[in-house]
C-alpha cells in the first residue's frame, strides 16, 4: 500500500493568504475577529494569510463571508495587469501600512497636494 505524502502549500496558497490579508484589513477586522467568526484561532487565521496553511473551498467560503467579500475575489484578487499578483505593489497593499496610505491619498482631493506628495516620497524612497 502507498503512502500519500501530505499536499504541501504553494505559491498560489501564499498568493491567496496575501488576499485575504488584504481584504481583512481593508475590512478594518483582526486576526482575532476573524478567527473569531470562523471558529479557529487568529494563529490559524495568521498561517492562512502567510500561506503556511492550506484553505479549503469551504473555509474559503466562510473567509469570504465574513470579509463581505466574493470567493472569486479572494481566489484572483481581480488586479489590472499593471498590478500584479506577486508585484512589490500588491505585497505593499496588503500590509498596514500601504492601506493607510492608499486611504490618505485618496482622502486627499486636491491633485496638486496629492502630486506633491507623491514627488516627496519618490525623493526619499532610494531608487524610486
Request: proline content about 3%; charged content about 25%.
Amino acid at each position: 500500500m502507498a503512502i500519500l505524502k501530505p499536499r504541501s502549500v504553494s505559491q498560489k496558497d501564499a498568493e491567496i493568504g496575501l488576499r485575504i490579508r488584504a481584504k481583512r484589513l481593508q475590512a478594518d477586522m483582526s486576526q482575532e475577529k476573524l478567527g473569531t467568526e470562523l471558529g479557529v484561532s487568529f494563529q490559524q487565521v495568521q498561517k492562512y494569510e502567510k500561506g503556511t496553511n492550506r484553505v479549503s473551498s469551504a473555509r474559503l467560503h466562510e473567509i469570504a463571508d465574513a470579509l463581505g467579500c466574493n470567493v472569486v475575489e479572494l481566489m484572483t484578487g481581480g488586479f489590472t495587469p499593471q498590478v500584479a499578483e506577486g508585484s512589490p505593489i500588491t505585497e505593499f497593499l496588503a500590509t498596514g501600512d500601504g492601506l493607510r496610505m492608499v486611504r490618505a491619498m485618496m482622502a486627499i482631493e486636491d491633485v496638486k497636494v496629492r502630486r506633491s506628495l507623491i514627488s516627496l516620497a519618490e525623493t526619499l524612497g532610494p531608487g524610486a
